[in-house]
């Protein structure tokens, strides 16, 4: 039986980032078949990976057709193979530098993908079960290289009872190419079979090292939601990954306690300077301390290293359920239930998104909404005109060859006596009322950047009334001042 004829997937060139300050800390890699790819699926690898520290993903039996899902939050789609009944794809963390080096020809029986991570290769491997291994199949990488993936070849070597010609094949390749066998007995299978009631291990990780390089390690995690086969994590000790930057906290509005953040601007304005006699100055920066002291006991503000859209404490309770899930019953319904609860919060969250979107200022957020969705690319085309090309010639147009000095003098006159007389509209030369200032204020547009003071457009929004009152007296007078 010939196996399933699939199309080649795209090969990528390289990650445009490259890794910052670094220590040797070692680099974490894990592979996992995953007998099919989902969205929700894809949140429990983006947890299982932010858990483990692992920098690069190496996934077999994905059945996808296209890149379309293919998107992991903090990872580059380093190379993919597509196919509807196998297919494999290769994610490496944007902070760390990589290129694609090869991968396995069309039509070819063993799916594989070489990406070049630093100095060592990374080939992750599938060969489906139809098909034969031979000592040729697998491709021929300089050290150090870690090849890992599901073989589905059977040896003794590896914990099975018996071995096969496919599992033959393997180890004298093994032999030929000085690869290490990274398998120890005492870790748990990484596959059972629902249909036979046997545990096995088809999912290998091998590694070929210079004589004086540490020898990488291999670790069997718990079980994966609807997938028969375990994760597992290989070490690399040679490889370095970046040293993670001092998070930077944010204030979360999503859960913000409004009636209680307008409560204690209102208690705490009392002590607010008289815009009137107070330096400008020290009364505006009292004001901000209002501000962010009424927010910080009223506003949840933090950070979350492993931060995953969707991802809440039910979640991992339920994963942890799934991980200590005794009978093969118990498996399935904790993994329904993670998988569910993933889709009901992604769909909420979809559902907020859709209704949050709003014309009447702007239309930037649905546009994103809509590329992201399509996939299209709004990178904007570098104009060939530069700025300074446009003013020179905008410069040029403004000056006449043959000019009358004395008119062009009589007119700049006349045109500074307009500009400097009072409106005839007494609403455009009239002062602000703190009835306007108090309406733009209720009118600002949340979710935009603060400035240099801290001061989010949500916090002028929510104060209290004698916050916006005291607010406007001051612009009142700061704008009497300076004239």
Known sequence: MSPTKRRAGRL????????????NRGLSV??????????????????LADSNGAAVLLLQETHCTSDNILKI??????????????????????????????????????EWLVTKIQETSVINVYKPPPSELSTTSLPSITAPAIYAGDFNCQ???????????????????????????????????????????????????????????????????DRFPRSHHRPSIIKVPSLVEPVPGKPVKRWNFRKANWESYAEETERISAGLPDPGTADLDTAYSAYCQVLLGAAKKSIPRGYNRNYIPGWD???????????????????????????????????????????????????????????QL???????????????????????????????????????????CISGAASVDSNLSGEFTAEELSEAMSKLKSGKSPGCDNIHPEFVIHQSTTTSGWLCAFYTLSHATRD
């Open 155 to 221: 040896h003794t070597d590896w914990g099975y009872n018996y071995t096969t010609p496919n599992g033959v094949a393997l180890s004298e390749w093994a032999s030929n190419t000085d690869a290490l066998l990274l398998y120890d007995p005492k870790e748990p299978p990484t596959f059972f079979s629902a249909r036979w009631n046997t545990s096995t291990n088809p999912d290998l990780a091998f590694a070929t090292c210079h004589s004086n390089d540490p020898i990488p390690v291999r670790r069997v995690l």
């Open 313 to 371: 404490e039910e979640c991992s309770h339920l994963l942890c359920d799934h991980q200590r899930a005794s009978s093969r019953e118990e498996v399935d319904v904790t993994a329904a239930a993670l998988l569910k609860k993933l889709d009901i919060t992604r769909r909420a969250r979809w559902t907020e998104v859709v209704e949050s979107i709003d014309f009447t200022h702007s239309s930037r957020k649905a546009w994103q909404t809509i590329n």
């Open 12 to 23: 990528r060139t390289g990650g445009r980032a490259t890794i910052p300050t670094v220590e």
């Open 374 to 416: 399509t996939g299209r690319n709004t990178t904007p085309h570098s104009c060939p005109v530069t700025a300074n090309a446009i003013a020179s010639q905008l410069l040029k147009n403004g000056r006449f060859p043959d000019a009358d000095k004395a008119f062009a003098r009589l007119t700049s006159r006349e045109v500074s």
């Open 73 to 110: 939050p903090g990872f580059h789609l380093a190379g993919s193979i597509y196919s509807k009944q196998h297919g494999v794809a290769t994610f490496v963390r944007t902070e760390i530098s990589w290129s694609a080096s090869s991968q396995s020809p069309p039509g070819s029986n063993i």
């Open 30 to 47: 894990l592979q996992l078949n995953v007998e099919g790819l989902t969205t929700a699926k894809l949140e429990v690898l983006r947890h």
